[in-house]
């Protein structure tokens, strides 16, 4: 089964929220650019969880729903009452009639 391409909404999503959360989180945990492991390695994590939230805002956007995905799923089939038939048209009984290539 192919994996759905993301729409432009879910790109868009998952852009914003990892810009958005990047730039709260440097803001909210005030590492320093004095260049120590320490802030090398929080900025690294600070990246890391932003991504992840993106992804995450990015798989959770509903998709949208069309017309065309409504018609490809087949119809569910509707319950007959007991003790009554089920009307069969003639022409699931004939083969199927291909025009030939000219």
């Known amino acids: 089964m192919a994996m759905p391409?993301?729409?432009?909404?879910?790109?868009?999503?998952?852009?914003?929220?990892v810009i958005f959360s990047t730039l709260a989180l440097l803001l909210l945990s005030r590492t320093?650019?004095?260049?120590?492991?320490a802030s090398v390695a929080a900025i690294t994590v600070i990246a890391?969880?932003?991504?992840g939230l993106g992804v995450l805002v990015a798989l959770t956007v509903p998709l949208p729903r069309?017309?065309?995905n409504a018609a490809a799923r087949p119809a569910a089939?509707?319950?007959?009452?007991?003790?009554?038939?089920?009307?069969?048209?003639?022409?699931?009984?004939?083969?199927?009639r291909e025009?030939?290539?000219?």
């Open 32 to 37: 320093g650019s004095d260049g120590t492991d």
């Open 77 to 96: 089939p509707r319950a007959v009452p007991a003790g009554r038939a089920v009307p069969v048209s003639r022409e699931a009984d004939e083969p199927v």
């Open 99 to 102: 025009r030939a290539a000219s």
């Open 48 to 51: 890391v969880v932003a991504l």
């Open 5 to 17: 391409r993301p729409t432009a909404a879910q790109l868009a999503c998952g852009s914003c929220t």
């Open 66 to 68: 069309t017309r065309g």
